[in-house]
């Protein structure tokens, strides 16, 4: 087990370093959710209408842009090898990345959908079940998306291919999700949105621990 | 199995890692076939032959990194793609990549190889003479001084089993002096050496396997 602290130590450490990758991933969500009042119009109507399915989308795009050196700069610097050869299983090499991913990325993100809503003029009650939502969905954005990074490891055009694998996963997350906060906002309880987010989750972790390990070994192939 | 177990303690030496006709095809190319050999405790082997010739992919069949096609690869008699994360500790890789990274200090990019090995990365250090550049970025350091930091991982290590792909590449004379120290240490204590190389390696007793 200590390995596997080892591992999210190592690579807080480097996200830390290189803080580039969590503030380009933050920045272009801000970016590209404050578009949408220039584009759609900025009555508070329409825009609190829209709000909850902005972020989702906002954000999961976001948190697809550090995937591609999750990996990807590890094996070009042959750092790869040596976590494989720490005696860890492969899985439990993916799995970490996908907890840093999400410390390093889905966690901010969180947080930054609070301002977020606050500036698209979301309704105020709305907010906190928006924000409960986006925990299983970054969860299983980081769970996907780490899968998705073995899987087009060692591709000639990673960053192209990965969006077209991890994008259609997420369409059930984006559904749910977004409509968490419209449930509230109707009187509704957002229970059961919340639970097969959860649901979803519980088969993303599945489907990461069969798949992930072979993947990552197979790129090193 | 089992007559395996008894072929692989014959003699004073226990055998500890075997190729038994191992064939390794990369894409459409079958790079090497046949190919047998037993590593024992305190032996060095230098793999030579010309570019191409699969020496690099021979290192990384030993480390369980590659699998072959055909043939097995025996760790005491057990083959290692049975269980790869039992086999990762038994190896120490030093590829032709030093796996640095550049935004870290030289003790911070030793310091998850310290880590797993559970090992103080002082001693390390001193090993490969990197302790005045200790807390320097790596992006400063020249080509020769990473591959020192790449060697003082290999330092840190508890795996028995060494491979080197070229690991004298951009190393000066007294660096060199210092790794053959090094390796001669290890094989003292047990341990087994691979290395790929076009160049002579300060090894003593050393066994040539050509390949290509």
């Known amino acids: 087990m200590y390995r596997f602290w080892a591992i999210i130590a190592r690579d807080l450490r480097l996200s830390i370093r290189h803080g580039g990758d969590t503030?380009?991933?933050?920045?272009?969500?801000?970016?590209?959710?404050?578009?949408?009042?220039?584009?759609?119009?900025?009555?508070?109507?329409?825009?609190?209408?829209?709000?909850?399915?902005?972020?989702?989308?906002?954000?999961?795009?976001?948190?697809?842009?550090?995937?591609?050196?999750?990996?990807?700069?590890?094996?070009?610097?042959?750092?790869?090898?040596?976590?494989?050869?720490?005696?860890?299983?492969?899985?439990?090499?993916?799995?970490?990345?996908?907890?840093?991913?999400?410390?390093?990325?889905?966690?901010?993100?969180?947080?930054?959908?609070?301002?977020?809503?606050?500036?698209?003029?979301?309704?105020?009650?709305?907010?906190?079940?928006?924000?409960?939502?986006?925990l299983p969905g970054t969860l299983i954005m980081s769970l996907f998306g780490t899968l998705g990074a073995a899987m087009v490891l060692g591709a000639r055009r990673p960053g192209v291919l990965l969006p077209i694998l991890v994008l259609p996963l997420l369409i059930p997350v984006v559904i749910f999700g977004a409509s968490a906060p419209a449930a509230v906002a109707s009187g509704l309880s957002a229970q059961p949105q919340l639970l097969l987010l959860t649901a979803i989750l519980t088969g993303a972790l599945g489907l990461f621990t069969v798949m992930a390990g072979a993947a990552l070994r197979s790129a090193l192939e | 199995m089992h007559a395996e177990d008894a072929a692989s303690t014959v003699g004073t030496r226990a055998v500890n890692i075997q190729l038994q006709a191992v064939a390794v095809r990369r894409g459409q190319r079958l790079i090497f076939r046949?190919?047998?050999?037993?590593?024992?405790?305190?032996?060095?082997?230098?793999?030579?032959?010309?570019?191409?010739?699969?020496?690099?992919?021979?290192?990384?069949?030993?480390?369980?990194?590659?699998?072959?096609?055909?043939?097995?690869?025996?760790w005491q008699g057990h083959d290692i793609f049975d269980d790869l994360a039992e086999h990762g500790p038994r190896a120490a890789y030093v590829g032709h990549q030093d796996a640095i990274k550049l935004?870290?200090?030289?003790?911070?990019?030793l310091s998850f190889a310290a880590a797993i090995a559970r090992r103080p990365i002082g001693p390390a250090l001193a090993a490969m003479n990197l302790t005045a550049l200790a807390d320097l970025r790596a992006r400063m350091l020249s080509a020769g001084q990473k591959r020192r930091v790449a060697l003082a991982r290999l330092a840190l290590s508890n795996a028995p089993l060494w491979l080197l792909d070229e690991p004298t590449l951009g190393l000066d004379t007294a660096s060199i002096a210092r790794f053959g120290a090094m390796l001669a240490a290890h094989r003292a204590a047990g341990g087994?050496?691979?290395?790929?190389?076009?160049?002579?390696?300060?090894?003593?007793?050393?066994?040539?396997?050509?390949l290509g």
């Open chain 1, 23 to 134: 503030l380009a991933a933050l920045l272009f969500f801000v970016i590209a959710a404050s578009l949408f009042p220039f584009g759609v119009s900025p009555t508070p109507e329409t825009l609190g209408h829209i709000a909850p399915a902005v972020i989702w989308v906002c954000a999961l795009l976001a948190a697809l842009l550090p995937l591609e050196r999750l990996f990807g700069a590890d094996l070009e610097d042959g750092s790869l090898d040596h976590l494989i050869l720490s005696g860890l299983p492969a899985a439990a090499i993916a799995a970490a990345k996908a907890v840093t991913h999400w410390l390093s990325t889905g966690l901010p993100l969180i947080v930054m959908a609070a301002p977020i809503a606050v500036m698209l003029r979301m309704p105020d009650d709305g907010i906190p079940v928006l924000l409960l939502a986006l």
């Open chain 2, 34 to 74: 046949d190919l047998s050999m037993t590593i024992a405790s305190g032996e060095a082997i230098i793999l030579s032959g010309p570019n191409g010739a699969g020496k690099s992919t021979l290192l990384r069949v030993l480390a369980g990194l590659i699998r072959p096609v055909a043939g097995t690869v025996l």
């Open chain 2, 103 to 109: 935004g870290l200090t030289v003790t911070e990019n």
């Open chain 2, 192 to 210: 087994m050496v691979v290395a790929a190389t076009h160049v002579p390696l300060p090894l003593a007793d050393v066994s040539e396997v050509r």
